[in-house]
T-cell receptor, first 112, second 116 residues
Framework: SQQGEEDPQALSIQEGENATMNCSYKTSINNLQWYRQNSGRGLVHLILIRSNEREKHSGRLRVTLDTSKKSSSLLITASRAADTASYFCATDAGGGAQKLVFGQGTRLTINP | GAGVSQSPSNKVTEKGKDVELRCDPISGHTALYWYRQSLGQGLEFLIYFQGNSAPDKSGLPSDRFSAERTGGSVSTLTIQRTQQEDSAVYLC??????????????FGQGTRLTVV
């Protein structure tokens, strides 16, 4: 079953602009993570936010979490061509289940 | 090793044959995950191992799929009597602890399986 759903499915912007991706989930969670994937192979961890946190920053990344709306957003500021990739949110599956469940991802394209 | 290692990186097999995919997690990581990703799609959860606990097999799509983890380290995903719909990239990840506690998962580069 799918826990996280990213929105939009695809996003294309100009270099230098900000990119915002959203993730919604269905059950209560303990934490939410964002990952990046280049070229359809291994994923790389970007940032983790816990359920008692509302916002977290890492370099050009800003993540927010709204547990009342069961949603999170990932903002990439001052985008670069190298940010072109697919971005996925992942959560624990809720209900005590410990497996890490991923959404369908957002395909981000940064145009030079 | 320094990261999660998967082998082979690519595998082409004939329909009906069995295949084994291997994952070497990072030493000391107690949690190990297998996912399947079809072209342009998200990650489909297959199975999860955590220490000595019984694995969570809830994502295995059929009884043709099985996985084991020996000695809490190396894991093998076996697909019996492969079908064309099994063609996908199979990704393995490991982490220090489970998803609920919340630690970073490290991914291997995956095995691209093509069933012809």
């Amino acid at each position: 079953s799918q826990q996280g759903e990213e929105d939009p499915q695809a996003l294309s912007i100009q270099e230098g602009e900000n990119a915002t991706m959203n993730c919604s989930y269905k059950t209560s969670i303990n934490n939410l993570q964002w990952y990046r994937q280049n070229s359809g192979r291994g994923l790389v961890h970007l940032i983790l936010i816990r359920s008692n946190e509302r916002e977290k920053h890492s370099g050009r990344l800003r993540v927010t979490l709204d547990t009342s709306k069961k949603s999170s957003s990932l903002l990439i500021t001052a985008s670069r061509a190298a940010d072109t990739a697919s971005y996925f949110c992942a959560t624990d599956a809720g209900g005590g289940a410990q497996k890490l469940v991923f959404g369908q991802g957002t395909r981000l394209t940064i145009n030079p | 090793g320094a990261g999660v290692s998967q082998s082979p990186s690519n595998k082409v097999t004939e329909k009906g044959k069995d295949v084994e995919l291997r994952c070497d997690p990072i030493s000391g990581h107690t949690a190990l995950y297998w996912y399947r990703q079809s072209l342009g799609q998200g990650l489909e959860f297959l199975i999860y191992f955590q220490g000595n606990s019984a694995p969570d097999k809830s994502g295995l799509p059929s009884d043709r799929f099985s996985a084991e983890r020996t000695g809490g380290s190396v894991s093998t995903l076996t697909i019996q009597r492969t079908q064309q719909e099994d063609s996908a990239v199979y990704l393995c990840a490991s982490s220090l602890s489970a998803g609920r506690v919340g630690t970073e998962a490290f991914f291997g580069q995956g095995t691209r399986l093509t069933v012809v």
